[in-house]
């Protein structure tokens, strides 16, 4: 299957779009499995909705994810540290940068080290290290490695240290978003840039306004969803996102079976209330 090739040229019946988190929400927390979302995920094909992955996962990881999913719309990376648009040749992707390079980031990350914080990232970490705290493959675990726009990274200090280093990393135009399993070091992009980008990208192409669905599930999501037009929060593992929005949703269950269920619902409501009127 050719995923480069860019679909969803001629705009929906209905002009939304889907912007999705993945670990913990379409994917499931522990099985990395989308299969409880399989209806939803149809659904949204028969109908031509774009179905926008925007995660902490790398651009290796996305290609592979998507390969799987067979999805061929556009995708945000780590973090919305970067944009990728297929082409409409079908032959690779349009690429928005929106970050620090990771080796800038590496490097404040070692100055800081060296000013006492304590810390392990990714870099720090072997494949197999990775595989065993995420739960990914090896073969996965290195794709999560090949990094472009952030440093996710389990924090080893105290409370008080975190909130030092976050004013340490703010110093160098950076910040640090705290996710499911770990924390982001990323520049001043956020998935909700990610969002944005992809709304005005289907805006130009269809040549009208675009209404944008969002799931999410953690504090790395907040942004996003709160710039969506609509909102639907996963239940998180520990606790579930306290999320203020107008049109707010909350699953009722977790992972993709919460998504698959509040989704097809939001879609249901949408569509009648477009009929109706």
């Not at 990881?61 to 079908?90: T, Y």
């Not at 944008?212 to 996102?241: C, H, Q, W, Y």
């Not at 998504?259 to 009648?272: A, G, I, P, Q, Y």
Request: glycine letters at 8%.
């Amino acid at each position: 299957m050719n995923t480069a090739a860019h679909p969803n040229t001629t705009p929906p019946q209905h002009p939304l779009i889907v912007v999705t988190d993945l670990d913990g929400c379409l994917l499931d927390h522990h099985s990395y499995s989308a299969q409880a979302a399989e209806k939803a995920l149809k659904t949204l094909k028969s109908l031509n909705i774009p179905c926008v992955f925007n995660s902490s996962k790398t651009y290796g990881e996305m290609l592979a994810l998507r390969e799987k999913l067979n999805n061929p719309d556009p995708f945000v990376c780590e973090n919305g540290g970067a944009i990728f648009i297929p082409k409409s040749n079908g032959h690779g992707y349009n690429s928005e940068i929106l970050h620090s390079s990771y080796l800038a980031i590496l490097k404040v990350l070692h100055s800081l080290r060296q000013q006492g914080f304590q810390f392990r990232g990714f870099n720090d970490m072997t494949a197999t290290e990775v595989a065993a705290l995420t739960g990914l493959s090896v073969e996965d675990a290195h794709l999560a490695k090949q990094r472009s726009a952030s440093e996710p990274l389990l924090w080893t200090g105290s409370d008080e240290q975190l909130t030092d280093f976050r004013r340490a990393l703010a110093m160098h135009n950076l910040r640090l978003l705290s996710g499911g399993r770990f924390h982001h070091v990323m520049g001043p992009n956020d998935k909700a840039h990610g969002l944005e980008f992809c709304r005005h990208h289907y805006q130009t192409l269809w040549q009208q306004p675009v209404r944008v669905i969002a799931l999410g599930d953690g504090e790395n999501d907040r942004a996003m969803l709160s710039a969506a037009d609509f909102a639907i929060v996963i239940p998180g593992i520990k606790s579930t996102l306290d999320l203020q929005h107008p049109q707010l949703r909350i699953a009722s269950k977790a992972g993709p079976a919460g998504w698959n269920e509040t989704l097809l619902s939001l879609l249901d409501d949408l569509f009648k209330e477009a009929h109706s009127g």
